[in-house]
């Protein structure tokens, strides 16, 4: 039966391993702290130290690494959320190029020299040469508001 120090060191080592596996799956400074703890732990296990100064330098390493290496790999991590070109899209003016009929799932509107799907917010028909206004994305369909009158497309004067 093994001796209380070696159950001390393979647990440390459990832990370490356990910490490093969890921070090599997340990628996000979660459990590294924990890994640098038990790594201190482990080596006072393996020089024989009593299992209160194990865990007083398992608890005092995580905690001086996280209050010293968190705030500055926050600053440097990319936690920003950065819009995608579908969130852009959400309050831009876009005109209608074919009719907008939500009863016969037909309609689109160029935003942005892109065409999208489209539907009315409020159900009703928009003709198309009508400018609109996005409100909200479901799916690959915009779903826009009138905001002013048709405009007429073409020489002829047609709508």
Known sequence: ???MQSILMIMWLVL?????ASEAV???????WFAAGA???LIAALLGGPLWVQITLFLAVSLLCLAAVRPLAKKHLNDKVEPTNADRVIGAQAQVTEDIDNVHGKGAVVVRGM???ARSQDGGP???GTMVRVLRIEGVKVFVEPIAAPVPTGESGNW
Do not use: E, H
């Open 1 to 3: 039966m093994p001796d």
């Open 16 to 20: 370490l391993i356990v910490f490093a």
């Open 26 to 32: 997340t990628v996000g400074l979660t459990s590294i």
């Open 39 to 41: 790594l201190f732990a």
């Open 115 to 117: 065409t999208w799907s």
């Open 126 to 128: 928009i003709s198309a």
